[in-house]
């Protein structure tokens, strides 16, 4: 049974710098997610994919964040001009029914 | 906005013993979701509930969910070193939300 998998899974960069996180969801699997959790916190919503519209993405989705879908199957995140505060680990995760989402274990991008 | 909070924020206890971590929400609740985290790394989905009074299982824990109270509560009985983590609930901020928010979670830590 293949779970989620996103790549890499520890990411550290230089401020200014720009990075981009893959994300490879459960197959038959056609909504996607992207969450932002910081630590001590519960994750945030990022953006929501069904099948390869964007369908949904936060306030907290600055224009710095990218994200893709291309064929409706692995998705890529992509941050611009990284400043400290983007230091977080970034979760991935899939569904088929809305809200029984399967988490990737995530990237963890340090900005420093 | 919508909140979720958890109590207690954490929680250290002796193998065997049972625990309870509760979940209570500012507003309607449209469905409650518990995920377990280990430390720096990807969330695992446990249980859904959807209607008020339900109640399901998975090995040793238990979920309620209150609709009335707005709260869920999550239950472990005889508790074991595995069960070590971080419980977080989640819910749609509405019936027609595309992502879930989560609460700050609950430390668990089972001394063997």
């Known amino acids: 049974d293949t779970g989620v998998s996103q790549d890499p899974r520890h990411k550290i960069t230089k401020r200014g710098q720009n990075v981009t996180f893959r994300c490879d969801p459960i197959s038959e699997h056609n909504r996607l997610y992207w969450y932002r959790q910081t630590l001590g916190q519960g994750p945030e919503f990022l953006t929501y994919?069904?099948?390869?519209?964007?369908?949904?993405k936060s306030r907290l989705l600055s224009d710095r964040f990218s994200a893709e879908r291309p064929k409706g199957s692995f998705s890529t995140l992509e941050i611009q001009r990284t400043e400290q505060g983007d230091s977080a680990m970034y979760l991935c995760a899939s569904s088929l029914l809305v809200y029984e989402q399967y988490f990737g274990p995530g990237t963890r991008l340090t900005v420093t | 906005s919508q909140e979720l909070e958890q109590s207690p924020q954490s929680l250290i206890v002796q193998e065997g013993k049972n625990l309870t971590i509760n979940c209570t929400s500012s507003?309607?609740?449209?469905?409650l979701y518990w995920y377990k985290q280990k430390y720096g790394e990807g969330l695992i989905f446990l249980m859904m509930l959807q209607k008020g009074g339900e109640e399901k299982s998975h090995e040793k824990i238990t979920a309620k969910l209150d609709e009335k109270k707005q709260q869920s509560s999550l239950h472990i009985t005889a508790s074991q070193p595995s069960h070590a983590g971080i419980y977080l609930c989640g819910a749609a901020p509405d019936t027609g939300a595309n992502n879930l928010f989560f609460g700050t979670g609950t430390r668990l830590t089972v001394i063997p």
């Open positions: 507003k309607t609740l449209y469905g």
């Open positions: 994919f069904q099948n390869e519209a964007q369908l949904e």
